[in-house]
């Protein structure tokens, strides 16, 4: 259970990244309302950067993503449904000029792809745990082409039979207090 200190939508505070995934397959009706929610993401020029690569666990492509990722990572994600490589177009489409926020509107398109997962019920946990160059090489990603972040999906498992090292990790984390994120008229850096 999360507080915050003014009232918002629950779907914001309800949003976490658990671990514990039951390996359950998930089908294109439970997966693409996730990948249709990034979608709808706002971005500079309506550019819509973000593109999403992905392997169901039962495709002969899945070990390509599985392996990508940290020891750490494999240790959980072993029980996704899904794996997602995020990339992100560094150029604008209409003038080829670098879109300076691909990166920026790519992760408000994770975050729709979140909430919309979350909503439903669902795993959606982000990872920077893996080895970018090799997704990079993989994947055949030229240099128009950002590597983001990966994404793992599932259904909601057992934290039981999570690592024994994993369980006490898997409860919702708190936020900064907004005094340190919010400044109004000035900077403060301290
Ligand atoms: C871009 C990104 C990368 C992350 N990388 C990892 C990761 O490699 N492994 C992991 O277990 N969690 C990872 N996380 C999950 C964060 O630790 C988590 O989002 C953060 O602690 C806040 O918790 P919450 O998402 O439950 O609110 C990542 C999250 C994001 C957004």
């Known amino acids: 259970m999360r507080n915050s200190n003014y009232k918002i939508n629950k779907i914001i ?3 976490w990244s658990p671990r514990a995934m039951s390996g ?3 089908n294109d009706d439970e997966l693409m309302p996730l990948f249709e929610a990034a979608r709808w993401a706002p971005s500079s020029y309506n550019n819509q950067s973000w593109r999403f690569i992905y392997a169901k666990r039962d495709s002969k ?4 993503f599985f392996n990508l990722l940290i020891e750490f ?3 959980w994600c072993k029980n996704a ?3 997602v490589l995020v990339i992100s177009k560094k150029t604008f489409d209409h003038d080829g000029q670098l879109s300076i926020t691909h990166s920026f509107d790519t992760g408000a ?6 909430l919309e997962g979350c909503s439903r019920g669902l795993v959606v946990h982000g990872m920077q745990g893996f080895d970018y160059e090799k997704a990079k090489e993989i994947f055949e990603i030229s240099d128009d082409y950002e590597i983001e972040a990966m994404i793992a999906i599932g259904k909601k498992g057992n934290e039981k039979n999570l690592p024994e090292g994993l369980k006490k990790g898997e409860v919702m984390s708190d936020r900064k207090p907004l005094n340190q994120i919010v400044f109004e008229n000035i900077f403060d850096e301290k």
Do not use: G, I, P
Not at 61 to 64: C, G, P, R
Not at 109 to 114: I, R, S, V
């Open 73 to 75: 990572n494999q240790q």
């Open 61 to 64: 492509h899945w070990n390509k």
């Open 13 to 15: 505070l309800d949003r």
């Open 81 to 83: 449904a899904v794996l």
């Open 24 to 26: 359950e397959e998930l």
């Open 109 to 114: 398109a994770c975050e729709n792809l979140a």
